[in-house]
């Protein structure tokens, strides 16, 4: 046999070896998983936890989540909302969360994002 055959003999041993195994099947998921996926773009209610002491990081979540929301909406609709309620209206976010203390959220038109006020 000549040099250059061996050498894509050895090449193809590995590939061929790899083919002929038994690819595992995929776990099936539990039942109830698929009743609660959600596709992609779906609008998502931000989660608020209750109490008087919300974290700081929770806080920054949920703005970031809305924020998110605003600039699809910002980026689809050619416009910024006029309010939270719109986002919700159309369908970008679930429901309007409600803000920790006193504050409210409001949309910062210079910096197309949602703030606490």
Aim: proline content about 9%; charged content about 25%.
């Amino acid at each position: 046999m000549s040099r250059s055959f061996q050498l894509a003999a050895l090449c193809l041993i590995p590939f061929l070896a790899s083919c002929s195994k038994d690819q595992e099947a995929p776990a099936a998921e539990p039942s109830n998983v698929t009743a609660t996926r959600t596709t992609i773009g779906a609008p998502t209610t931000p989660a608020v936890p209750d109490g008087p002491a919300i974290a700081e990081a929770d806080v920054s979540a949920i703005l970031e989540e809305m924020t998110q929301a605003l600039r699809k909406f910002s980026f689809e609709k050619k416009r910024l909302p006029t309010s939270i309620d719109e986002l919700v209206t159309a369908g970008y976010l679930g429901a309007k969360p409600t803000a920790p203390g006193s504050k409210r959220f409001a949309i910062d038109p210079k910096e197309a994002r949602v703030v606490l006020k």
